[in-house]
């Protein structure tokens, strides 16, 4: 997956190039893997914007359903070397942090509150199961039956 990143942050001239989505729980072990790639790409150039164009009408990938049609930001869904890649074109910087191989990935806030805002089943399942890692179904529902039976008691 790096080299498909590293290949489109060097495709693309654009103010700010940050990985994000699956790929950002990955890298701080919030989950076990990314099955596609999701970028934000800030302040593209006009030829970033005319490559992304034709390549989103490329064989490989013109038959992907873009699901971000509609949305308040532009979206190209790609395929390559058989990985999907969904680019999104933003203006406003994003919050984000330097792995040491320079690639800018997005902080878990900012993905989170992404996730939360397509409404996709997915993304919330994802978001339960990275919720998982720090607890359990059974501990937070004794935890509320805990306060629930403390603000009785008062």
Request: proline letters at 2%.
């Amino acid at each position: 997956m790096e080299k498909i990143i590293q290949h489109f942050k060097t495709l693309l001239p654009c103010e700010q190039f940050v990985v994000t989505g699956s790929y950002s729980f990955l890298v701080m072990g919030l989950t076990k893997k990314a099955a596609d790639i999701d970028i934000v790409i800030v302040n593209a150039t006009p030829e970033a914007i005319s490559i992304l164009d034709r390549l989103q009408e490329s064989e490989e990938s013109k038959h992907l359903k873009n699901e971000y049609v509609g949305q308040s930001k532009k979206a190209y869904r790609i395929m390559h070397n058989s990985v999907k890649v969904d680019i999104f074109i933003d203006t406003v910087k994003m919050e984000c942090f330097e792995l040491a191989n320079g690639l800018l990935v997005s902080t878990i806030p900012a993905t989170i509150k992404a996730k939360k805002s397509y409404s996709r089943l997915k993304d919330w399942l994802q978001l339960r199961t990275c919720a998982e890692l720090f607890y359990k179904q059974s501990e937070f529902d004794a935890f509320l039956n805990q306060e629930t039976i403390k603000l009785q008691n008062k």
